[in-house]
């Protein structure tokens, strides 16, 4: 008797997807000096506690690498974090916040921030990055990790790559508009909704093996990827 087509391998043409999964934190509370620039500032108290909060999360568990852009605040907003998941903390300047120079009064920082959005291929303030600079680079490093963390492939089942990235607000909110498509406007109402710290995941549409990745600063939203946010920030109370 013949077998069916049914029992003899129906999964054999079936593609097993490449998903990957992004946990982007945005830092705990920082500690507000003046007198230094922002990229030293590191953690208040309370941004401390917080932190250790943050790392009783299971959502962290799957996570195969613990990323952060170079700035103490986020390092340290993801050290509790790795202590008992045997991972470290490897601080990644292409997760850095978008770059700025200069302590703005908060009515000068809020333009600077709405021109984050309205503006992205222009400085939003002098010695300021632009978004598209700092959205190619962040891309760019979240390609890098695709290839390093594979979805994990059991027979016919995956678990995505997982990978837990922490940065500031702006290069959140500049990434997650480009891939989702926001509007200048719903850029800047995430932004000013966002907590220290916060959470989101968002999962990232498979790409082809032979995708072609343009290298350098890429045009707002262009080459770096689409995805669903399954996760929004605000929704886990940390």
Same mark, same amino acid.
């Not at 490897?90 to 021109?115: I, K, Y």
């Not at 926001?182 to 932004?191: G, L, P, Y």
């Given at each position: 008797?013949?077998?069916?087509?049914?029992?003899?391998?129906?999964?054999?043409?079936?593609?097993?997807?490449?998903?990957?999964?992004?946990?982007?934190?945005?830092?705990?509370?920082?500690?507000?000096?003046?007198?230094?620039?922002?990229?030293?500032?590191?953690?208040?108290?309370?941004?401390?506690?917080a932190a250790r909060r943050l790392a009783a999360l299971g959502l962290l568990d799957r996570a195969m690498g613990f990323y952060a852009g170079p700035e103490p605040k986020m390092i340290q907003s993801l050290e509790?974090?790795?202590?008992?998941?045997?991972?470290?903390?490897?601080?990644?300047?292409?997760?850095?916040?978008?770059?700025?120079?200069?302590?703005?009064?908060?009515?000068?920082?809020?333009?600077?921030?709405?021109?984050?959005?309205?503006?992205?291929?222009?400085?939003?303030?002098?010695?300021?990055?632009? @978004?598209?600079? *700092?959205? $190619?680079?962040?891309? #760019?490093?979240?390609?890098?990790?695709?290839? /390093?963390? =594979?979805? !994990?492939?059991?027979?016919?089942?995956?678990?995505?790559?997982?990978?837990?990235?922490?940065?500031?607000?702006?290069?959140?909110?500049?990434?997650?508009?480009?891939?989702?498509?926001?509007? @200048?406007?719903? *850029?800047? $109402?995430?932004?000013? #909704?966002?907590?220290?710290?916060?959470?989101? /995941?968002? =999962?990232? !549409?498979?790409?082809?093996?032979?995708?072609?990745?343009?290298?350098?600063?890429?045009?707002?939203?262009?080459?770096?990827?689409?995805?669903?946010?399954?996760?929004?920030?605000?929704?886990?109370?940390?």
């Amino acid at each position: 008797m013949t077998a069916s087509p049914s029992n003899t391998g129906a999964s054999a043409g079936v593609k097993i997807p490449h998903h990957h999964r992004l946990i982007l934190i945005r830092h705990a509370q920082s500690a507000v000096d003046p007198q230094r620039p922002p990229a030293e500032w590191g953690l208040t108290g309370e941004g401390e506690d917080a932190a250790r909060r943050l790392a009783a999360l299971g959502l962290l568990d799957r996570a195969m690498g613990f990323y952060a852009g170079p700035e103490p605040k986020m390092i340290q907003s993801l050290e509790p974090a790795v202590i008992d998941r045997r991972h470290t903390v490897q601080a990644d300047a292409a997760f850095a916040e978008t770059h700025s120079e200069g302590f703005l009064g908060n009515d000068q920082f809020l333009a600077a921030v709405q021109r984050v959005f309205t503006a992205p291929d222009e400085p939003p303030a002098p010695r300021w990055e632009t @978004a598209s600079a *700092a959205c $190619a680079r962040f891309a #760019a490093g979240v390609d890098r990790l695709r290839q /390093v963390h =594979e979805p !994990d492939r059991n027979g016919d089942r995956v678990v995505p790559g997982t990978v837990v990235i922490c940065t500031g607000g702006r290069m959140l909110i500049s990434y997650l508009a480009a891939v989702l498509d926001w509007s @200048a406007v719903e *850029a800047m $109402a995430h932004w000013r #909704a966002l907590k220290m710290p916060d959470l989101a /995941v968002l =999962e990232l !549409d498979e790409q082809p093996e032979d995708a072609q990745r343009p290298n350098g600063v890429r045009g707002w939203g262009e080459g770096v990827g689409k995805g669903d946010l399954v996760i929004p920030f605000g929704t886990l109370v940390v």
